[in-house]
Every structure is written in structure tokens, then in C-alpha cells.
């Protein structure tokens, strides 16, 4: 997704193995993702969105007196956050240590790399409830063996 006040900014959703830097958008308050290659692009992240930075995660102080913070990790998993508050930024990263960050305050110019794209869940219709072939279906959603199960939002 992309942040609300990203609206009139042109975007695209994510891939696999983009290769993105964090930016601030012409005529926005905003910060977000832009592919490398297209800067004037925002790249727009589904939650649950894995990323990996190429350095650890620095971010703006509350105040420009004060030195960046260092978040530490390089690892994140995108999420939306305020999602109740239209009018506050939602798109945030939420590291290992359980840390969670607002996007628009990363410092401008970090690379990242999309890693994994969440999972999709596969509806079955009604005459396939129970357990089949593919595997057990719980709430209209097929969960197949191969997959884990903690990767599925029913």
C-alpha cells in the first residue's frame, strides 16, 4: 500500500527482487519507496512484505538537532499501523526486536531489496469444505500442506 498522502504521486506495486531507496516525493510531506532505476515512482508494499536493507536502518531524530538513529537491524517486514487515523502516515517497518517505524521518517537514500511477497490465501467454494487432497480448509481458505500455516490471514 501506499501512504495516504502519497495519492497524487505516481505508483506501482512491489516485486520480487526490486531493488528500491528510500526517497522524499516531489511536493509531499512523505517518505517512501521508489524503485533504484525510476525515482519518481513510488513502489507501493502489501503488509507482510519482507525487505532487506543494504546497511543497518538509520532514521530522522524527532529534531534535526539531534544526531540519526540507528535502528540496527537490516531486516524489516512492511505493515500499515493508525490504520483508524485517515489522516496520519500508516506505512511503517517492523523489525525482529519487535521495533516498528514509521516510513516516512527513514533517512532518504537506503537501499532495500524485496525479499518475499506475503502469501495469498486460495478460496475454495462451498461443495470443497473439509479435508482434500490439496489439504484442510478452515473458514473457506485452503491450506496446503506444502505451505506454512502461520503465513495465511483468515
Known amino acids: ?7 497524487h504521486v505516481a505508483t506501482r506495486p512491489a516485486r520480487i527482487e526490486d531493488r528500491l531507496v528510500t526517497t522524499k516525493f516531489h511536493n509531499t510531506i512523505t517518505r517512501g519507496f521508489a ?9 507501493c508494499l502489501m503488509p507482510g ?4 536493507f543494504d546497511r543497518d536502518v538509520e532514521c530522522e531524530a524527532a ?8 535502528i540496527g537491524q537490516r531486516v524489516a517486514r512492511f505493515r500499515q499501523i493508525n490504520a483508524e487515523q485517515p489522516t496520519m502516515h500508516h506505512d511503517a517497518l517492523e523489525f525482529a526486536d ?3 517505524v514509521l516510513l516516512t521518517t527513514l533517512c532518504d537514500n537506503q537501499h532495500a531489496t524485496v525479499l518475499q511477497m506475503p502469501a495469498a490465501p486460495r478460496v475454495k467454494g462451498d461443495a470443497e469444505q473439509g479435508v482434500t487432497e490439496q489439504g484442510v480448509t478452515e473458514q473457506g481458505v485452503t491450506i496446503l ?9 483468515v
Open 63 to 70: 529534531l534535526a538537532i539531534f544526531p540519526t538513529k540507528k
Open 145 to 153: 500442506a506444502s505451505e506454512p500455516r502461520g503465513s495465511f490471514v
Open 1 to 7: 500500500m501506499c501512504d495516504y498522502s502519497l495519492h
Open 35 to 43: 524503485a533504484i532505476s525510476d525515482p519518481r515512482v513510488a513502489v
Open 98 to 100: 519487535g521495533q516498528i
Open 49 to 52: 512484505t519482507e525487505l532487506a
